[in-house]
């Protein structure tokens, strides 16, 4: 079937540890995204990215890093130096840039200890 | 930049009830769509609608682009339609694709 498929759900870490989040379509979509949401609140943009080895940043891509080294795969890190971490992170993909549906993964749940 | 604001904030209802939510825009929009995100955190696409009407089942969502509003309909309610509903859109005049977010509205659908 096809997909976004994200990994892990959910993920434990100690405080200053990085950590990477996995996000793979096989939509063959040109465009990817990450979000992150905190409880009770709305999405707010990390990075996308609208080609292969292209990404931009987002609203609060402070502490968090990307790659896009295959047109399938858009991995998240988050590292060290994001204040504030423990969130729920969600992939997302979309065929161009301009128009066209914008479609999620089931998201990863990150709790810093 | 565009904005976009989704109402009511919170929504209680008994089951069987019907509903409308609304999000005004503040520019011309390329790419609107509502979504519905469960309790475990899914975000599930219901309509991409930058205009017109469309239907799907016991859902329906309208687009009057030249009023810059959109409005969902949910008609006999089911407690499974609990969550929160997000409408997002993009304007023709942003360079920087992003869609921008409502802040949701909250509904729960009480036995």
């Known amino acids: 079937d096809g997909g976004i498929t994200q990994s892990p759900k959910y993920l434990f870490r100690k405080e200053g540890q990085n950590v990477t989040l996995s996000c793979e379509q096989n939509?063959?979509?040109?465009?990817m995204y990450w979000y992150r949401q905190d409880p009770g609140q709305g999405l707010r943009l990390i990075y996308y990215s609208q080609i292969v080895n292209d990404f931009q940043k987002g609203d609060i891509a402070e502490g968090y890093s990307v790659s896009r080294e295959k047109k399938e795969s858009f991995p998240l890190t988050v590292t060290s130096a994001q204040k504030n971490p423990t969130a729920f992170y969600l992939c997302a993909s979309k065929a161009g840039v301009s128009a066209g549906e914008l479609f999620f993964g089931e998201g990863s749940r990150l709790t810093v200890l | 930049g565009i904005q976009v604001e989704q109402s009511p904030p919170d929504l209680i209802l008994q089951e069987g009830a019907n509903s409308t939510l609304r999000c005004n825009f503040s520019d011309s929009v390329n790419n609107l769509q509502w979504f519905h995100q469960n309790p475990w955190g899914q975000l599930i696409n219901l309509f991409y609608?930058?205009?017109?009407?469309k239907q799907n089942g016991r859902l329906s969502a309208t687009t009057v682009a030249t009023e810059r509003y959109s409005l969902l309909y949910i008609s006999s309610s089911q407690t499974t339609d609990s969550g929160v509903y997000f409408c997002?859109?993009?304007?023709?005049?942003?360079?920087?694709?992003?869609?921008?977010w409502g802040a949701g509205t909250k509904l729960i659908i009480k036995p």
């Open positions: 609608i930058p205009s017109g009407t």
């Open positions: 997002a859109a993009r304007s023709y005049m942003d360079s920087n694709y992003q869609l921008i």
């Open positions: 939509l063959n979509h040109d465009a």
